[in-house]
C-alpha cells in the first residue's frame, strides 16, 4: 500500500523481505526499494525499483489513480533504483526524465535509455506546481547521484543517503520502539561503514552544502530503509560524526589462525585492554560477516589485528578482510597488530603495510615463534598500550 508522506507526495516503493546479500554485503533485515510520487499540476516520480518489483510499484501507481507521468526523476543510475527505468517509460511514454548529466550519460552506458531529458545541476528548479530543487551529490553513492527537495514541503528525497537495508511493513521512523531504533540506527552505521565511509570528504562538503542552499528539512525520505521525519537531528548528527571519523572509546580485534597459536594469544592481548577498562569486540574473520566487523572498525577509535604467516603471506581470510577494509578508507584509528610463525614471520609486518597506507596511528606490533608463552608480557602491553592511547583520543 502506498503511504502519503505530506500532502501530495507519496512513497510507492517495493518492500524486498527475501535479500540476504546485496552485491556482497549482508542485508539480515532485507531492504526497501523507495521511489516517491508527487501530485501536483504536474505529475513525477522520483526514481524506480529494483528490477522485478516493478509491479509493486505499478500498483501503488495504478490505486492513486496515476494514468500519466510527466517527468521522470532519476536521481541514480544503480539497478537497485534505476532497474526499472525501461518498464516505467513503456508504461509512461509521455515522461521526461529529469537528471545530472552524468546520470544521462550513465542511462546510456548502462541501459541503452536514450530518451527526452531534462538535465539538472545543483540548485536548478523545477516547477510542477510545487518546486523541485536538485543538489547533485557525486560519488553518494555513484558519480551520479544526485537528491531531490521539494521545497515547500520541506522533503528532501537524497536517494541512498541516510538509508539502510531495512525491511518493515512500517515506513516512518516514529511507529518505532526504541529497541527497534537502536537496530535501525546500527543498520544505517553498517550501511555508511560499507557503503559511503570511503567518501566521507564528500559527505563533509554536501552536509555544508545542504546549508548554504538554506535547505530545511521537515522529512528526509531515502530509497532505502525507513522514512526520517521524527529522529532528523539524530540521523544528521550521526552522518556528521561519521564523516569526521567520530568514533566510540572501543577497541575492534581482528584475527584468524590456524593452529590455535594466534588465537591462543588473544587472552593476553584482552587482558591488557581489560585493565585500561575500555570495550572491547572480538572477530574471527574466517566466520565473521565482513560487512558487520567493517561496522565496528568505523565505530572503534581502535583496531587490533592478528595473522599467523601462510607462505611468507597473511593468512587468506585476514588478507581478504584488510583489502576490504582498505578499499573503504576508515580513517583516524589507533592500531596495533599480533602474529604467530613458524620460520618467516612476514604477516604482521603486512598488517601494518595495510595500517600505514591508513595512516593508522600503528603504536605495537608483536610476533612470537609458534607459541605466544614467551610474548606474554609483550601481548599484554599491545592490549593496554592500544587502548590508552584509545582513551586518551
Ligand atoms: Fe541503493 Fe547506490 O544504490
Given at each position: 500500500m502506498y503511504k502519503e508522506i505530506?500532502?501530495?507526495?507519496?512513497?510507492?516503493g517495493a518492500v524486498?523481505?527475501?535479500?540476504?546479500n546485496f552485491h556482497g554485503y549482508t542485508t539480515r533485515f532485507g531492504t526497501t526499494y523507495n521511489a516517491y510520487l508527487i501530485k501536483s499540476d504536474r505529475t513525477v516520480l522520483v526514481d524506480t525499483v529494483k528490477h522485478g518489483f516493478e509491479d509493486e510499484l505499478f500498483s501503488k501507481l495504478d490505486a492513486l489513480n496515476v494514468?500519466?507521468?510527466?517527468y521522470l526523476v532519476v536521481n541514480h543510475i544503480e539497478m537497485d533504483h534505476a532497474g526499472s527505468i525501461k518498464e516505467v517509460l513503456e508504461r509512461y511514454p509521455e515522461a521526461r526524465i529529469v537528471t545530472n548529466i552524468r546520470g544521462k550519460n550513465g542511462l546510456k552506458e548502462a541501459y541503452g535509455i536514450e530518451h527526452e531529458t531534462v538535465v539538472v545541476k545543483t540548485g536548478d528548479r523545477l516547477d510542477v506546481g510545487k518546486t523541485l530543487m536538485f543538489v547533485e551529490m557525486p560519488?553518494?553513492?555513484?558519480?551520479?547521484s544526485m537528491a531531490t527537495y521539494a521545497v515547500e514541503d520541506r522533503?528532501?528525497?537524497?536517494?541512498?543517503?541516510?538509508?539502510?537495508h531495512y525491511a518493515s511493513e512500517r515506513r516512518f521512523?516514529?511507529?518505532?520502539?526504541i529497541e527497534e531504533m537502536g537496530i535501525i540506527f546500527r543498520e544505517n552505521a553498517k550501511y555508511y561503514a560499507n557503503i559511503v565511509l570511503l567518501y566521507s570528504n564528500q559527505v563533509k562538503r554536501i552536509l555544508e552544502q545542504l546549508e548554504k542552499l538554506g535547505i530545511e528539512i521537515d522529512v528526509i525520505a531515502p530509497s532505502h530503509g525507513i522514512i526520517w521525519r521524527g529522529r532528523i537531528d539524530e540521523i544528521m548528527q550521526k552522518y556528521r560524526e561519521w564523516s569526521s571519523g567520530i568514533a566510540e572509546e572501543r577497541v575492534v580485534i581482528v584475527y584468524d589462525t590456524m593452529w590455535n597459536h594466534t588465537k591462543d594469544a588473544l587472552d593476553s592481548v584482552i587482558e591488557g585492554i581489560e585493565s585500561v577498562g575500555v570495550d572491547y569486540v572480538i572477530y574471527r574473520?574466517?566466520?565473521?560477516?565482513s560487512t558487520e566487523v567493517m561496522t565496528d572498525v568505523m565505530l572503534s577509535k581502535g583496531i587490533i589485528a592478528g595473522s599467523p604467516t601462510l607462505n611468507r603471506e597473511l593468512f587468506p581470510t585476514v588478507a581478504a578482510f584488510l583489502t576490504y577494509m582498505k578499499g573503504l578508507k576508515p580513517f583516524g584509528k589507533v592500531a596495533g597488530a599480533f602474529g604467530s610463525y613458524g620460520?618467516?614471520?612476514?604477516a604482521v609486518g603486512k598488517i601494518v603495510e595495510v595500517f600505514n597506507q591508513l595512516k593508522f596511528d600503528v603504536v605495537k606490533t608483536v610476533r612470537f615463534k609458534f607459541s605466544h608463552s614467551k610474548a606474554e608480557g609483550e601481548l599484554v602491553d599491545l592490549g593496554k598500550t592500544v587502548a590508552e592511547r584509545v582513551k586518551e583520543k
Open positions: 505530506k500532502p501530495g507526495i507519496f512513497w510507492v524486498d523481505w527475501d535479500v540476504r494514468d500519466r507521468i510527466d560519488l553518494i553513492h555513484w558519480p551520479d522533503v528532501l528525497m537524497p536517494n541512498d543517503a541516510f538509508g539502510e521512523d516514529d511507529e518505532f520502539s574473520l574466517g566466520v565473521s560477516d620460520w618467516s614471520g612476514e
